[in-house]
């Protein structure tokens, strides 16, 4: 009787933590993957497909048991670069998990959503690029919740005065993520694509591949400018980042 009784309580908690759930998401389908971090992230797995946003121009479809434990201890790892108090801080809480994650029918590795404090991520992105796309979604929350900071004008001032960046991000044909041999000023071709994606591959780097950044910067003066921006203005969020 006693074990029945435990087994409704769990039930009835579940029930009520999924309701919770969808009502401040708005995404259908979803159920606790992981509650209990150091950071207070919860992270959510996508039990079905779904669609999301205006006209449902997002989408993206269930995690598979195999492809999600796998996945997970790699998200994890770098979501834990991030305590609690800065995570708060960029207004991030919850991290939805699913594969094949489409925008308006472009592939992308994730969403971030200040206003729901929600990072959906792609767990199928790219391997090769899989920690950087974390970073970088990150940023964009980052920047989202600190624009003051992360101001694109000045950022875009340290560019050659010949160079433009694309209207959007998603009508610029700068998609390689590739790091540049020969940097210019731009870590990949993306970087190109508007300055708060040009931000966000610089940050992304500075979390996967410090090392190698500090060797670039020292013979690209553009490019040094914006490293500094970047960390400048992290250090005024959280000294403990970078």
């Known amino acids: 009787m ?26 259908p389908n979803l159920e606790v993957y992981k509650f209990k971090n150091d950071n207070n992230i919860r992270y959510l797995n996508s039990k079905k497909n779904f669609k ?23 998200i994890q790892k770098n979501i834990n670069f991030y305590n609690s108090t800065f995570l708060n801080k960029i207004n991030l809480r919850y991290i939805v998990l699913c594969e094949d ?19 959906i ?5 790219n391997v090769k690029y899989f ?15 600190n624009t003051e900071i992360f101001d694109e ?8 005065v010949n160079f433009k960046y694309a209207e959007c991000s998603t009508c610029s044909d700068r998609l390689n993520l590739d790091l540049y041999n020969d940097t210019n000023g731009f870590l990949t071709e993306y970087s190109k694509s508007i300055a708060s994606e040009d931000m966000a591959e610089i940050f992304s780097f500075l979390m996967t591949d410090k090392i190698n950044i500090e060797a670039l910067i020292k ?18 969020i959280d000294k403990n980042i970078l």
Not at 5 to 24: G, K, M, R, S
Not at 121 to 125: A, P, S, V
């Open 2 to 27: 006693k074990i029945l009784f435990l087994i409704i309580i769990f039930f009835q908690i579940t029930h009520v933590n999924a309701d919770e759930i969808y009502n401040l998401l708005k995404i």
């Open 153 to 160: 004008s000045r950022f875009s001032s340290f560019n050659d």
């Open 219 to 236: 013979k690209d003066k553009i490019l040094e400018k914006k490293v500094t921006f970047i960390k400048s203005g992290i250090l005024k």
């Open 121 to 125: 991520l792609d767990i199928n992105f």
């Open 131 to 145: 920690e950087r796309m974390i970073h970088h979604e990150i940023f964009h929350m980052i920047q989202k919740s």
């Open 52 to 74: 999301i946003g205006v006209n449902d121009n997002i989408s993206c479809n269930k995690s598979y048991p195999k492809n999600l434990s796998n996945k997970f201890p790699i």
């Open 101 to 119: 994650l489409f925008v308006s029918k472009i592939n992308t590795g994730g969403i971030p959503d200040t206003e729901k404090r929600t990072l």
